[in-house]
C-alpha cells in the first residue's frame, strides 16, 4: 500500500520536508511487487467540504478533484494498480480497501499488508489497526514510510510493532525478498 503520496503532502499545502526520502524506496518497492504480481494499491486522501473533522484541524486539503489530491508524479500509479480514495487517516474505513483484498489471488485474499506512505503516527498507524483488526500480517517499510519529525515517525513504528504486532523491515529487505 501506497498511503498518501500526494501533491498536498509531498509538496503542498500540508508539506512534509522529511517525504523525499522515502520516495525511491517506495517507487523501488512497488516496481518490484508489479513485476511479481503482486497487487499495489494507492490509498489516497481525496476529501470533500463537509469533512470538517480533518477541514478543522489541518486546513483544506487533497480536496477531491484538485492537484493536491493527485498521486506525485515520482510514484504515477501503473495501469493494474489499484486506487482507494480515502476520507479518513485508515485506507479501510468507508473504502472498498477491504472488499478488493478479499477478492485477491482468485478468492483467497490476501493475508499481509506492507505499508508505505505518509503519515507513521496517522494514516500509517490507523490503516495498521484496521489491518490488525481483520487479522493481516503488518508489514511497514521503515524507510518507505516517514512523518513530520522523526520523533513522530519513531513513535508510529514503535505503536505498530508493540500494539498491533507489525513487523518494521527495510525496503531492499523486502525486495530481496519479492526478488528471490
Not at 498518501?4 to 503532502?9: I, Q, R, S, T, Y
Request: aromatic share 8%; proline share 3%.
Amino acid at each position: 500500500m501506497i498511503i498518501d503520496m500526494l501533491n498536498d503532502f509531498v509538496h503542498g499545502k500540508l508539506k512534509c520536508d522529511r517525504a523525499q526520502r522515502i520516495i525511491p524506496n517506495i517507487r523501488a518497492l512497488a516496481d518490484a511487487a508489479r513485476k511479481k504480481g503482486i497487487p499495489v494499491f494507492y490509498c489516497n486522501d481525496e476529501h470533500l467540504p463537509l469533512d470538517t473533522y480533518e477541514m478543522k484541524l489541518w486546513g483544506p486539503h487533497a480536496m477531491k478533484g484538485t492537484e493536491g489530491a493527485k498521486v506525485i508524479n515520482e510514484l504515477t500509479p501503473a495501469e493494474s494498480d489499484y486506487i482507494i480514495p480515502k476520507r479518513t487517516y485508515s485506507a479501510f474505513d468507508g473504502t472498498g480497501l477491504d472488499r478488493a483484498l478479499k477478492g485477491l489471488y482468485g478468492g483467497k485474499g490476501a493475508n499481509t499488508v506492507i505499508l508505505t506512505g505518509l503519515h507513521t503516527n496517522m494514516c500509517d498507524r490507523h490503516t495498521a489497526y484496521d489491518a490488525f483488526v481483520r487479522d493481516l500480517d503488518i508489514v511497514v517499510v521503515e524507510d518507505g514510510v516517514d512523518a513530520f519529525t522523526e520523533s513522530d515517525h519513531v513513535s508510529g513504528l514503535d505503536y505498530m510493532t508493540k500494539i498491533y504486532g507489525a513487523k518494521v523491515r527495510k525496503a531492499s529487505e523486502i525486495i530481496k525478498e519479492i526478488e528471490d
